[in-house]
């Protein structure tokens, strides 16, 4: 007969396998998902360097001058004609509103004045022109 102290020991082991298994697998979602986190309005374009590059806020609208003069609002095609009246549809009177400008770097020069001309006569809208920090 056994005593209270005499059973035999089983040997216990923990297998961490499948909880590493889980823990890849769930850094890897939230990996994935912060890809999709970031906001971008315009076109892909190559925007040019600029030393003195800064920060601004986030833009209601995003203005897009591709190499070729072609002009989009929010990555849909628009006239410069049309540009005032599209946002002014959108934006409440009094409203201040940020319209940042992604030009291309072989962009017209003309073309991207004209945009910046008509963006400066909606009344409360702040003009950003996108750049990339030199360098990167």
Known sequence: MRGFNEEA?????INILPMIDVIFAILSYFIISTLFLTRFDGLPVSLPDAQTSERQPDANFTVTVDATGQVSLNREPISIESLKSAILKQVNPG???VVTIHADEDASHGKVVSVIDEVRTIENAKLAIATRPKGE
Do not use: L, M, S
């Open 9 to 13: 020991e089983d040997n216990v082991e």
């Open 95 to 97: 409203q201040t509103t």
